[in-house]
């Protein structure tokens, strides 16, 4: 039976066909999904922050995208995936609150979108969809099955990427 | 620094108490303004994983206006007021001489209007907080936004984040006599902050 599984901030999982994974609520935080078609093996990890700079030993590694993303990668993998074959698709990075003065703590929405991008890229994984930005937040969602990216949101509707 | 981890409970009691006070001064603000009683519950002063905070207002997807204010001053702060979508409805019946159940969306006077209750609300928080901890406390002006609940925490959390996996929340709810109502007042110390006001209030 399909299952809906729940991932939480500053959190990942992975799975297979035909699971769904889902994130609620995403402001400035990303949604990045990694899928690879052929074994239909995926997962999505929720991230807070662009990188671990300044965490300590004790913090959580999903809550940034360099710590985050190898984790998640290596998951899958081990689930069967092929990394050549995987794709990324991200969504989120919104700024929830238009500050004239905004501080750079109010960008990190996009600061996270560039940092995913950089990582993927230096991971040599392609990102074919990508939902960034904006000031309203995202429910995301991925179909294991179909590799879908589902991005919900309160006022601008509901988008596939 | 004060670790977060390792507050007393006296330090705890301390802090509920000022959170107490304030969230009586507000409490009494807002009734003043819409002419209500409102109650309000003994504050919750917590030590909660950053991921769970979504869950204290109905879960992360769940509508939910809410009013920022960033806080400046020795003990830099965020202050988040969260009202459901349909008690920020309510409050801008009330407070526009409306029957309740007209107002649909918001317009940019209803929006106006919430932000300055977050505004008022705030200031006779940071008030009460003064008086305990000699800490002057300015708040900017208001930003509102209405979204999912976890976009909008993520405002305050990313910056939590930034130093650790737990949020010390000041949370108070309060409820208007006829249930129409109920927010949340989250007052949010930045990681730094939170010595400063321990040592202010002198139950190091």
Redesign the interface.
Known sequence: MASLIRV????YKVGRSPSSLIS??????IGISLYDPQSKVGGLLHI??PDSN?A?A???PA?FADTGLPLMLNDVLKLGANKARLVAKIAGG?Q????SNATD??K?GTRNAEAVKKILQRMGIRVIAEDTGG?????VQIDLDTGVYRVKT?DRGEKTI | MTDELSLTPIQLDALREIGNVGAGNSATALSQIINKRIDMNVPKVALVPIETVPDLVGGPDAIVVGVFLRVYGRAPSNILFLLPQHSAFYLVDTLMGREHGTTKRLDPMDESALKEIGNILSGAYLNAFFNFTHIAMLPSIPALAMDMAGAILNVVLVQLGQMGDQALVIETEFLAEDDGINGHFFLVPDPGSLSTIIQAVGVE
């Open positions: 939480g901030m500053a959190d609620y609520g995403l402001g400035s935080c807070m922050l300044q300590r004790s913090d959580n809550k919104a929830m609150f238009a500050f703590i109010m990190v000031n309203y937040g995202r429910t309160i």
